[in-house]
């Protein structure tokens, strides 16, 4: 996600210092003996910062919870799958959901409790939780926020799958001014409604411990597995123009009705209006590009009328085109862009959100936010979507290399303006800051903007001048495969160089980075998800 906090201003100094193939190295660089400290990314449960907590809630258990008898699971069973039948009253913007996951412990040690990872349970008076079961029998849980914890009778023994049945009710906000403006991605306007991390999914397990931490006001805490999500939509109380704006395999199913599919991703997101104007567009690869927009993306500018949302189509073939020769294969048959009444823009799996204000200010060029924002969310398919990382401990895994994503887009599609290109998007704003630091070493956006997406931006930058560019596509290149549907610690990203690169690269490591040398130590990576259908 890109969030801008003030208005850019290009001077002349900035413009004749901008004609950068390497960023200038700081004077005042960090080196490894630094006393600058990092959070270590082991068995975290919480944040750091204090938050405030909504009060907990407790369910007893009817009965006793039997031990697991599935366990003869087919290899390709995904660890995790979820079904969900979403009912919408569009008028009230109610919705009701009931829902069954499945999940597999492929661990070699039993595990003693689930963790439910409940995005919508941060906010007051929007999530109701009716009903919840394990393999049909009530179960007894403890929910505080966003975590969900569930006890179990019996371990879950390796090799064995259970199901968790919910029932619950949201009731999603309406989107408002100031810093909740940017959760609009779970909210709505008066012409839309969007349903993004609302579906609860097994939290994160990682080398033996759940991954999970409570919400911050600064970046995103999300840490995400990937998951198959079979999802069926029913919209009442809406105009025969309501449209649906999904990720995945998306069928008509009457009026009203949609039955979505979607593999091997991260997350699950909708979007609803009865105002969608629909451009689409299916490329060669035979990846449908779709985007949902309103009629306000047509702006006239002096008599001339600018066409926003057809401008967003053709840039994201373009981005599409760049990424997919540049990292690797787009892995999904379709990828929805949707006017979003919210401030700046949210990546999901397959459906990414550009704000209107980057439509309305739209003019006419490339040389805009509306083209950038929409590169910079297309780009989190390869680096979120794809390769996850733990957003909240390691921010940069995504948000700096989509950031540099838009770089390599504009130099691939608009070379003369690489250089406008740094100067407004990076220079302007004279990033400072460490790049490896978790989300709570800032106190504001701008801080942390400055520090993981530009900064980040610069250190790639850099590091592309130390092995060149060969070697240093051929570094994202093995990132991408390493990390494809997989939760990726930073020392992935740096074990792809070769001991000479890490030689040559260690002065833009000890400059950008806290601790240069912790993440070339090598470490577990938790296993890949099979691949193959599911039952």
Request: aromatic content about 10%.
């Amino acid at each position: 996600m890109f969030r801008t906090i003030a208005v850019v201003l290009i001077c002349a100094v900035l413009l004749s210092a901008c004609n950068l193939s390497k960023v200038e190295r700081a004077s005042n660089a960090v080196s490894a003996d630094s006393d600058s400290t990092q959070m270590v990314s082991a068995d975290v449960t919480a944040s750091p910062t204090p938050v405030k907590k909504t009060p907990a809630a407790t369910a007893e258990p009817s009965a006793t919870i039997a031990a697991p008898s599935r366990c003869q699971a087919d290899a390709r069973r995904p660890t995790r799958r979820i079904e969900a039948a979403v009912n919408i009253d569009y008028a009230s913007r109610a919705v009701q959901v009931s829902q069954r996951i499945e999940f597999l412990n492929r661990e070699s040690a039993p595990i003693e409790a689930i963790i439910l990872d409940v995005q919508t349970n941060q906010w007051e008076d929007i999530f109701s939780l009716t009903a919840l079961q394990v393999d049909e029998r009530d179960a007894s849980y403890r929910l505080e926020r966003n975590r969900l914890e569930l006890a179990l009778a019996e371990a879950l023994r390796p090799g064995c799958w259970l199901e968790i049945s919910l029932e619950f009710m949201l009731q999603p906000a309406a989107i408002t001014d100031g810093l909740r403006s940017y959760r609009g991605f779970f909210g709505h306007s008066s012409r839309q409604l969007n349903l993004g991390h609302f579906l609860p999914t097994v939290a994160a397990r990682l080398n033996g411990a759940w991954r999970i931490h409570e919400p911050i006001g600064i970046g995103e805490q999300i840490v995400y597995e990937v998951a198959d999500w079979h999802v069926d939509v029913t919209v009442t109380g809406a105009a025969e123009s309501l449209q649906l704006a999904a990720p995945g395999n998306v069928t008509a199913a009457g009026a009203g009705r949609w039955m979505v599919r979607l593999k091997d991703s991260r997350d699950f997101a909708l979007s609803l209006s009865e105002e969608f104007i629909l451009l689409e567009q299916e490329l060669a690869n035979g990846v449908t590009l779709a985007v949902y927009a309103f009629a306000d993306a047509v702006v006239n500018d002096r008599g001339l009328k600018l066409d926003g949302a057809a401008h967003v189509l053709g840039e994201a073939v373009k981005a599409l085109d760049t990424f997919t020769r540049l990292f690797g294969e787009y892995p999904w048959e379709r990828l929805a862009i949707v006017q979003g009444d919210f401030p700046d823009g949210m990546e999901f799996t397959g459906l990414v959100f550009v704000g209107s204000a980057w439509f309305y200010g739209f003019d006419g060029s490339p040389r805009n936010y509306l083209t950038l924002i929409s590169v910079h969310e297309i780009a989190h398919q390869w680096w979120y979507a794809r390769v996850g990382n733990d957003a909240a401990l390691n921010p940069w895994l995504d948000e700096a290399l989509a950031t540099y994503s838009e770089y390599l887009f504009v130099e691939a599609n608009y070379p003369s303006d690489k250089n406008w290109w740094w100067t407004f998007r990076v220079a302007a704003y004279f990033p400072q800051g460490q790049v490896d630091y978790p989300v709570y070493e800032f106190n504001t956006p701008r801080e942390y903007i400055n520090a993981i997406y530009l900064r980040g931006a610069q250190m790639l930058q850099n590091l592309r001048a130390d092995i060149g560019d060969d070697s240093f596509f051929d570094l994202l290149r093995a990132y991408y495969m390493a990390g494809d549907a997989r939760i990726a610690e930073p020392g992935l990203f740096w074990r792809q160089l070769a001991p000479e690169q890490q030689s040559l690269t260690e002065a833009t490591r000890r400059e950008f980075l806290s601790d240069p040398a912790l993440h070339l130590v090598p470490a577990p990576l938790a296993p890949k998800e099979p691949a193959g259908d599911s039952p």
